[in-house]
């Protein structure tokens, strides 16, 4: 009892509210219930938005280093220098039998320039020395060869391990490794020089130990090249092989279209020979690092991408006659951008995590209010005891304080469990929310229930009066409109994510993309739910006039609770925004699984690509026809691919993809496909005019139709191309060429198929059963492996995170919203009972009451998340993380969508029969006497 407080002589001096511990506990137990449910949903919100951004930084690490896996010899850092001068003492050039070691000292010159911060993101070194492309000739068409020395980071220097099966390593040429001969500038015979070759070169060029390989380059000068042995790779896997493919097998289109390539090995001991077969400056000379994925993170990336600019920045000039270092690489493209996809995630995920922070915020007010109006006898009467309000403002904000604090640090204790550290910056608006909301609300109510001021008893003051509030509210509101509206403009401006040069300096914290384009949908959704608050009281007043006009006393009843109860904002609020958010993240989920489908389509073209290995399209036709019988299989389209082939146009030279394929085919294969169809390969068959036909597309939109093109070929007259289209996608290349196979053989330039496109459900198997002559590229395989890259697999999980936390705070709403008008409207229904209302026809009212702000939700709701998931999708750069071109097109999740209507309306059908079991046992005496249902 606390009469000591009203008989106190007030101090006036008193600095400090004196809270009453007693009235703390006892409230805090008498509403266990509420409390605990206010800290379940802190401690459930607090886990997901604690748990998020840890998450996000290791997926960002796990991206970083799948982009540099993905991005193969891309990622690889080069460095060049040219050969120092052998110049020797008669005027001529002089052999130089250390050149190998001059190598390993070039290697570890490089080694020392990387820095240590650098040099420890880097796997060991490999050193190569590669002659000029040379032209084999037999008489054969288009087959090139080249030398090349390979020396790793091993103790002995020498390259990857090798067995030799015929012959031996090749020895020097000059009479043995110390020879210092001197040969002329100009004239004289060739310099002999010995090479090994692998079993596969060795068997297309059907040469042996001892054969000389006819040789000579752009100039004609003719090259002494003689086989010393034929050797098999130790370990084929060796990432050194990776630097010179042709040293193992053949490689087609390496030198141009039609062309195969072949590459005879050097040794420690005939690389000097090497030098002096070539011009002092024809060899070149290269260290190749490699990065290691496993050392690579987050926070180094950026570190490591500025010292690669830093070092590209402080390059030797490629005209430079000195040995200066010349760095090369790509490394800083392929950081900054993944920077950009973390950047991108990073910013999806704050507007997904907005969203339920935004709905968990309006449950913890309607929570709170539930609370006070269980409260608000009990409040009330401590007013009239004399409890001054900072002592009850107090008291209150202690026990939301400690139940608050206590939840956020369980949830924040969970999401360290789960994930790899937990962040509180996201967990602040909710801890806010429950600890402020409850005091704000219970001292505003005992307050209200011990004011004196009287109602004014001239009209016009009283009309003043409901004016004022009128007008705050439409301050509030219009406040709302014009946040979204300003969150609107900034996303459809600048986007979700930052900048490329942005992303570097990018924090994985609450304002990924900036806080306000991020909390666009939120907003949105608030402005919406306000527009159909709005419209509410007199969509429930027609309605209840309508029902006064019928002669059902049931409809009359429900629809004359249902505009009673029209006016209230809070559960409208969370029902609406809840759903909308709901469909929101659902639609964003459907939208990026379909944009990932439709990028596998575009890479592969079909159910399965067949790429034939290069040594084997002669073979293409024999593999076609056996992939064709193949039961399942519908289409087959073989094709030739080749990247980096030159055109001219108006003396400009850039380099595209051709594709080479039979038109009609390639057309009948896109129609039975999702890909868009291409109508232009119609026009493919001959223009008249002695020009093949060509679609070209390319990532600035191409050339006009008209246009002239010349297809460059080495050793070979130039093919005249017209444009008379746009080319389809062919895989991720932007910059396309596409002629008919046939037109193009008869211009001069026959095709040699390497690329095999198969369709049908028995695809894979067939593809699978022929995988020894070509590498397999399944749609399917890819499709999972994309879906499982780590940016796009953590965006998806928590989309539906998302959307499972949004339906069920919305459900929570639902109920809270019930439990709060749960005592007037079964006081008004007992009392209509003593009037013959039976409890059934009590159960249609109370469904009567609920039903039109949850109609309205579970209709309004998912049409506003599909509205602004139409709004908002295209400048959220999801195609940052599916790998398309152009912004997805927005993909409607209906059944999803009835699923979220279904639980709502489902949620009405459990809770009117609950509270009507609840309330049975009450007597009609007890509520007419105490007034409470």
Known sequence: MRWHAALRVPDHRRALPAPHWPSVRGRARADAGPLLLAAAVVAVVTLLAGAVPPLLTATAGDAVQDAVRRSGRDSDLLVHARLERDDGVNGGRMRTPTLAEDIDDFRDRAVDALGPGLRAAMRPPVATVTSPVLKITDGSVLRTFQLAYLADDRKSGG???????????????????????????????????????????????????????????????????????????????????????????????????????????LS???????RLAFGPDDLQRTVWFAPDPGKLTWDSAHTIGAKVVALKATSGSSGAIDGS???????????????????????????????????????????????????????????????ALPDLSIELLLESAVIALSAAAAGLALARAVAPGASWAWVIPVVLAAAVAGPAFGTLAAARATRDRRVPANRSARSWARHTVRLRRAALEAAVVIAAIAAFVSLSQRGIAPAADDAAGLGLGPVGGGALPASAPALGVLAGTLVLLRLMPAG????????????????????????????????????????????????????????????????????????????????????????????????????????????A?????????????????????????????????????????????????????????????????????????????????????????????????????????????????????????????????????????????????????????????????GLLGLLLGAAASAPERWQTLTRLRTLGLRPRDARWVAAGELLPPVLVAAVGGPLLGVLLARLTLGSLSLRTLTGQAADLALVLPWWRLALVTAALLATVAVVVPAESALRRRRRLSEVLRVGDG
Do not use: C
Not at 335 to 359: D, I
């Open 268 to 274: 420690r001991e005939s690389l000097p020979d090497a």
């Open 649 to 809: 146009a108006d003396s400009l030279v850039d380099s595209r993809r051709l594709v080479v394929v039979d038109a009609s085919a390639f057309r009948r294969l896109l129609t039975s496909t999702p890909l868009p169809d291409a109508p232009a390969l119609a026009r493919l068959r001959g223009t008249g005019r002695g020009d093949v036909p060509a679609l070209v597309r390319s990532d600035d939109g191409g050339p006009p139709e008209g246009t002239r093109l010349q297809l460059l070929r080495d050793g070979a007259p130039s093919i005249r191309l017209t444009v008379v289209g746009t080319a389809p996608a062919v895989g991720d290349a932007g910059d396309v060429v596409m002629v008919d196979a046939a037109t193009l053989a008869a211009a001069g330039m026959p095709s040699v198929p390497d690329t095999i496109w198969v369709r049908g459900p028995g695809a894979a198997r067939a593809a699978a059963a022929n995988a020894g002559a070509a590498d397999v590229v399944l749609r399917d395989d890819l499709l999972r492996a994309r879906r499982a890259a780590p940016l796009t697999s953590g965006l998806l999980r928590l989309a539906w995170a998302s959307a499972a936390t949004l339906l069920a705070l």
């Open 159 to 265: 390259g990857p391990h090798v067995t030799w099966i015929a012959g031996g390593p090749p020895p020097p040429s000059a009479g043995g490794v110390d020879s210092r001969a001197e040969v002329p500038y100009e004239g004289g015979k060739p310099w002999r020089v010995q090479v090994g070759l692998s079993e596969a070169d060795a068997a297309a060029l059907n040469v042996r130990p001892g054969a000389r390989i006819p040789l000579a380059d752009d100039q004609g000068n003719v090259k002494d090249v003689q086989v010393s042995g034929v050797f098999r790779a130790t370990d084929g896997a060796d990432p050194a092989w990776g630097l010179a493919p042709s040293l193992l097998r053949p490689v087609s289109g390496a030198d141009g279209v039609g062309t195969t390539r072949f590459t005879g090995l």
């Open 325 to 387: 270092l010349k760095w090369e690489t790509r490394l800083d493209d392929v950081l900054r951008n993944v920077r950009v996809q973390v950047a991108a995630a990073s910013a999806q995920a704050s507007v997904l995590l907005t969203g339920v922070l935004a709905a968990a915020v309006l449950v913890l007010l309607l929570a709170a209010d539930l609370l006070v109006r269980r409260r608000a006898p009990a409040l009330g009467a401590a007013r009239q005891r004399g409890v």
């Open 540 to 647: 429930t007043g027609l309605a209840l006039r309508q029902a006064l006009r019928s002669r059902r006393p049931l409809a009359v009843f429900g629809a004359a609770r249902a505009a009673a109860t029209s006016a209230r904002v809070l559960p409208l609020l969370v029902l609406v925004t809840s759903a909308a958010l709901t469909s929101f993240a659902l639609t964003l989920d459907a939208t990026a699984v379909r944009g990932l489908e439709d990028g596998t389509w575009r890479t592969v073209g079909a159910d399965a690509r067949l790429d034939v290995l290069p040594g084997a399209t002669a073979s293409t036709p024999g593999l076609v026809r056996r992939v064709a019988a193949a039961p399942g299989v519908g289409q087959v389209v073989a094709a030739q691919v080749t990247d980096n082939v030159r055109f």
